[in-house]
Structure formats: C-alpha cells, structure tokens
C-alpha cells in the first residue's frame, strides 16, 4: 500500500501566497512523474502542472509564471508554490505520481485533496 501526507492549504486572500506539500511513501519501487491538479466547485479535474527528470516543469497556460512545481525526488515528495492567487484558484488541489510498484508494475497514486479558497 502506498500512503500519501499532504500538507498546505487553506484560507488566503487575492493576491496571496500558499504552498502545498504531498508525500508518497509505502509499497513504491520508484516515481517517474509528479503532478498537481485542482477541482474548482461545479467543474472537472484539471491539470495544474507536472515535473519529471525527462521534461522538467511543465505548468498549464494559467499557472504560468505564478505557480512553481518542485520535488524532493529521492523522498517522494513534490511541492507546490502558489504565488498571485485569485478568486479562480479556488478548489480542491490533488497531488498525483506516476510510477513503479515493486512488482514492477506501472501504478498511479493520488492524494485526498487539499482545500484551497481564495476570497477577499
């Protein structure tokens, strides 16, 4: 079994800043490709970036340039640093690996969501 700790989150205003953290560790050979997404209320799930060795940082159009995608890669662990939030941001941000079990089997691992609102 894989267990995830997510941290971060919660309350900020427009134009503020949050940082998310997810951990993955359990039954994981080796992780290939890290990712965020977020659910706004009464839409559906959307890529917010994704960060691996072979393509390094890759962020959707409207993150760009306010959003940083890193990883702690030998712990698993993938970052996300919110900076210009706005009322849009707000929703549930989900933190994603892509990988190796130690049957060597592809696996996907997601985290249970971190609630993130921005108002004034």
């Known amino acids: 079994q894989v267990q995830v700790v997510e941290s971060g989150g919660g309350f900020v205003q427009p134009g503020g800043s949050l940082r998310l953290s997810c951990k993955f560790f359990g039954d994981i050979f080796a992780v290939n490709v890290m990712a965020w997404y977020r659910q706004a209320p009464g839409k559906q799930r959307e890529l917010v970036a994704t960060v691996s060795s072979n393509t390094g940082a890759v962020y959707a159009e409207s993150m760009k340039g306010r959003f940083t995608i890193s990883t702690d890669n030998g712990r698993n662990t993938v970052f996300l640093q919110m900076n210009g939030l706005k009322l849009d941001d707000t929703g549930v941000y989900y933190c994603?690996?892509?990988?190796?079990?130690?049957?060597?089997?592809?696996?996907?691992?997601w985290g249970q969501g971190i609630q993130v609102t921005v108002a004034s």
């Open positions: 994603n690996a892509e990988g190796l079990d130690p049957d060597m089997k592809r696996a996907s691992w």
